[in-house]
């Protein structure tokens, strides 16, 4: 089948639609009524160079040049990802590199509550008083220590020092500093 068809259409033929006229090979597929792929196969049969998105004019596309969030170098960035507002990176390197980054001041950020110690006593804590100590309520549990983990940093794993409290009621908590332990 792919052998008749480069045998019909000739070299000129396929040019001046490919590369005249700049159709798809998609849509010349639809003019001869063969698969994509045979029009791949003859123009490559044909030596005739295909083109990739980059032989599109500037009024066509979407995008913008914008700077690499990492490096800085000037990086195209599509219409699609500007409204998604995602990162530009000009490579997968600096993708990686500022990923690794973020994630180490994410980490830093966090300290102590996001290490293995603190979400251990912290699920403790809630297990052992099933609510909140001030109000009953069983939604959003927090764990709050007693004496603050800052000032006695010794007792900040002690499930003794520790108390469950709603968010709403560890807010409070916070802002007033008058609650007693019951």
């Given at each position: 089948m792919r052998s008749v068809f480069i045998n019909q259409v000739g070299k000129?033929?396929?040019?001046?639609?490919?590369?005249?006229?700049?159709?798809?090979?998609?849509?010349?597929?639809?003019?001869?009524?063969?698969?994509?792929?045979?029009?791949?196969?003859?123009?490559?049969?044909?030596?005739?160079?295909?083109?990739?998105?980059?032989?599109?004019?500037?009024?066509l596309k979407t995008g913008a040049i914008t700077p690499c969030k990492q490096c800085g170098k000037p990086t195209y960035k599509k219409g699609s990802r500007i409204k998604n507002q995602e990162n530009v990176f000009c490579s997968q390197i600096c993708s990686h590199n500022y990923q690794s980054v973020t994630r180490k001041k994410i980490s830093e950020k966090i300290g102590w509550r996001g290490q293995r110690k603190y979400r251990l006593w912290?699920?403790?804590?809630i297990s052992r008083d099933k609510n909140c100590k001030k109000c009953g309520s069983k939604n959003n549990l927090c764990a709050h220590h007693v004496l603050e983990a800052q000032n006695f940093p010794e007792k900040m794993y002690d499930v003794k020092n520790g108390i469950t409290l709603c968010k709403t009621c560890h807010i409070q908590v916070h802002k007033n500093h008058n609650f007693q332990v019951p």
């Open positions: 000129k033929e396929l040019n001046s639609l490919y590369t005249d006229k700049k159709l798809s090979q998609r849509k010349i597929a639809e003019i001869f009524s063969v698969s994509p792929s045979t029009i791949k196969l003859a123009l490559r049969f044909f030596e005739i160079k295909t083109r990739n998105k980059s032989w599109k004019n500037e009024e912290r699920k403790a804590v």
